[in-house]
């Protein structure tokens, strides 16, 4: 079997640069050609800015496979441009009830039904955008503070952002899940993302556990995590459908006041 992990040494690493294209391409030409975000989970986007922002900062420590360095750059570029279309497109608050799609109608009941200040539920685009933007600093701040101090404290801070970046990651489709499970619905998710989600996860873990190159555990634990979650995602799509006939009620949506967040 030693062809075979040499064959995934080389196309396993090109598949992970292109995998934001492969994965999300065609959800965010769909979502533009149809003007409209409804059944998207808008969490998708935060979840995979923040995680590709954190390993991007993990990389000066751990040094990892530069194949998964450039796959996080073109992440956040890829999850910049759905984030763009998903706004842009976002069905209008209802107040009577009706058609509107998640996740800009707060579901009427679940985990997440209310979220501190609103949070990533505003409906001016400004504040989603000052968020990335205050993140990225945060992080470029402390990596530059950290490392110019005692030189013990720095592999400590950079394994600890490792961890939180490949946490959030893994925990990707519990937002579409939830999402779905909630309108017992999995219409406005592209069959295309879950079918690139679950073969890249077998490609992803087998390249894991073979490759000569570094490769953190970290990486490998949370791999298969996410690899558990997107298989539970195939089974929603196989009872659910795309439940054309389903309906996800509005609930209107309230902005953030300026005083209330200095984001508005």
Not at 101 to 111: M, R
Not at 144 to 172: C, D, K, N, Q, R
Request: proline share 7%; glycine share 8%; hydrophobic share 45%.
């Amino acid at each position: 079997m030693n062809w075979l992990a040499t064959l995934t040494g080389y196309i396993a690493p090109l598949f992970l640069i292109l995998s934001p294209i492969i994965s999300y391409g065609d959800q965010a030409i769909s979502m533009q050609r149809k003007k409209t975000s409804a059944g998207f989970s808008l969490d998708i986007p935060l979840i995979m800015l923040v995680a590709s922002l954190f390993r991007i900062f993990y990389w000066p420590g751990a040094r990892f496979d530069a194949s998964l360095l450039i796959q996080s750059l073109i992440m956040v570029g890829m999850q910049v441009a759905l984030l763009k279309i998903a706004l842009d497109h976002r069905p209008a608050p209802s107040n009577k009830g009706g058609e509107a799609g998640l996740p800009f109608a707060t579901p009427p009941e679940g985990l997440f039904t209310q979220r501190p200040y609103n949070f990533w539920q505003w409906r001016s685009p400004k504040p989603y955008w000052q968020f990335i933007v205050y993140l990225f600093i945060g992080l470029l701040a402390g990596e530059v503070v950290v490392s110019s101090m005692t030189p013990g404290y720095y592999p400590t801070y950079s394994e600890l952002v490792g961890i939180i970046g490949l946490s959030v990651e893994a925990i990707l489709p519990i937002p579409q899940i939830i999402a779905n499970a909630q309108s017992k619905s999995c219409k406005g998710f592209r069959v295309s993302v879950l079918a690139s989600w679950i073969g890249g996860d077998a490609m992803k873990i087998y390249w894991f556990f073979t490759a000569t190159s570094e490769i953190p555990l970290a990486f490998k634990m949370c791999g298969i995590f996410q690899a558990c979650c997107d298989c539970f995602l195939g089974i929603q799509y196989f009872f659910y459908g795309e439940g054309k006939d389903a309906t996800i009620k509005g609930h209107p949506l309230q902005d953030i006041s300026s005083q209330d967040m200095g984001w508005k």
